[in-house]
Nanobody, 125 residues
Framework: QVQLVESGGGLAQAGDSLRLSCAAS????????MGWFRQALGKERDTVAA????????YYADSVKGRFTVSRDNAKNTVYLQMNSLKPEDTAVYYC??????????????????WGQGTQVTVSS
């Protein structure tokens, strides 16, 4: 069982940067692949990024490639999403998710077992 708590969301202007954090409970964080997802109002939940349990493999949606960076610190049981060059279309509730996986990552929301409560990111033009 893993409990996830996101933080770091807020208001930003276009071009700004924000860093989201997702703190996980439990002693087996390093056993989990992690993902970041977002859901804009009235839209489906989309994959933003994913990272393998060691951090050696990452995935990014085309819409954020080159602007967002996912990373993790297993010693701190935390996964991060550094968001640069923010755009109004990045406005959404951002969720982190976890799933046990020995190698690689999952890029689909349906593959994840545990979810945080979400943090709102609002980007104004």
């Amino acid at each position: 069982q893993v409990q996830l708590v996101e933080s770091g969301g807020g208001l930003a202007q276009a071009g700004d940067s924000l860093r989201l954090s997702c703190a996980a409970s439990g002693r087996t964080f390093s056993s989990y692949a992690m993902g970041w997802f977002r859901q804009a109002l009235g839209k489906e939940r989309d994959t933003v990024a994913a990272i393998s349990r060691t951090g050696g493999n990452t995935y990014y949606a085309d819409s954020v490639k080159g602007r967002f960076t996912v990373s993790r610190d297993n010693a701190k049981n935390t996964v991060y999403l550094q968001m640069n060059s923010l755009k109004p279309e990045d406005t959404a509730v951002y969720y982190c998710a976890a799933a046990p996986r020995y190698s690689g990552y999952f890029s689909r929301a349906s593959d994840y077992n545990y979810w945080g409560q979400g943090t709102q990111v609002t980007v104004s033009s």
